[in-house]
T-cell receptor, first 115, second 115 residues
Framework: KQEVTQIPAALSVPEGENLVLNCSFT??????LQWFRQDPGKGLTSLLL?????REQTSGRLNASLDKSSGRSTLYIAASQPGDSATYLC??????????????FGKGTLLTVNP | NAGVTQTPKFQVLKTGQSMTLQCAQD?????MSWYRQDPGMGLRLIHY???????DQGEVPNGYNVSRSTTEDFPLRLLSAAPSQTSVYFC??????????????FGPGTRLTVL
């Protein structure tokens, strides 16, 4: 059974700092990995999706990397802003048997960026 | 496009009552799914569908029924509500063909309380 772990569970940083969020998964047979953002009381918004054959994806100040063999992904946020404050979730889509259509989520990292 | 819509946004039920959570998408996505989000548990998959007439169970299907009569709609039915079903419910959709990037799009959620 796939398990996804996100460390740290919470992170508080001053505005302008560069930061890294970590995601690890136990089964390397994945189809893709996706990073989401969730604001309080809201749904999830997709930030970046990395296919299993890719090493990284970039969007603006965000960069996500994937090391499938070691079961790790990182989300790098450059020059953080108070508007980046949210919970960040990592999810992997399986690539074996009946798990092909299922996303397994981590529990998220709660990020607070202080002005 | 409206994206993924969910109704109602809030609902309070008494134990034993039944109700249907509605989910609709206008992006012609084949894949639709229901998740529940609970504190400390993360997002857990309830049921999913890869097309009209096709549904399957996720990680926590007990107490929930689904059907998929059209591509656009994927309702979730609670036949006899229990306090353990108090949660926030999210519907999501995506393409699922290997040839397309399957970014998941989430609805805004339904907050359900069962007394």
């Amino acid at each position: 059974k796939q398990e996804v772990t996100q460390i740290p569970a919470a992170l508080s940083v001053p505005e302008g700092e560069n930061l890294v969020l970590n995601c690890s998964f136990t089964d390397s047979a994945i189809y893709n990995l996706q990073w989401f953002r969730q604001d309080p009381g809201k749904g999830l918004t997709s930030l970046l999706l990395i296919q299993s054959s890719q090493r990284e994806q970039t969007s603006g100040r965000l960069n996500a990397s994937l090391d499938k063999s070691s079961g790790r992904s990182t989300l790098y946020i450059a020059a953080s802003q108070p508007g980046d404050s949210a919970t960040y979730l990592c999810a992997v889509r399986g690539n074996s048997g009946g798990s092909n259509y299922k996303l397994t989520f981590g529990k998220g990292t709660l990020l607070t960026v202080n002005p | 496009n409206a994206g993924v819509t969910q109704t109602p946004k809030f609902q309070v039920l008494k134990t034993g009552q039944s109700m249907t959570l509605q989910c609709a998408q206008d992006m012609n996505h084949e894949y639709m799914s229901w998740y529940r989000q609970d504190p400390g548990m993360g997002l857990r998959l309830i049921h999913y569908s890869v097309g009209a007439g096709i549904t399957d169970q996720g990680e926590v299907p007990n107490g929930y029924n689904v059907s998929r009569s059209t591509t656009e709609d994927f309702p979730l039915r609670l036949l006899s509500a229990a306090p353990s079903q108090t949660s926030v419910y999210f519907c999501a959709s995506s393409y699922w063909s290997d040839s397309l990037v399957d970014t998941q799009y989430f609805g805004p959620g339904t907050r359900l309380t069962v007394l």
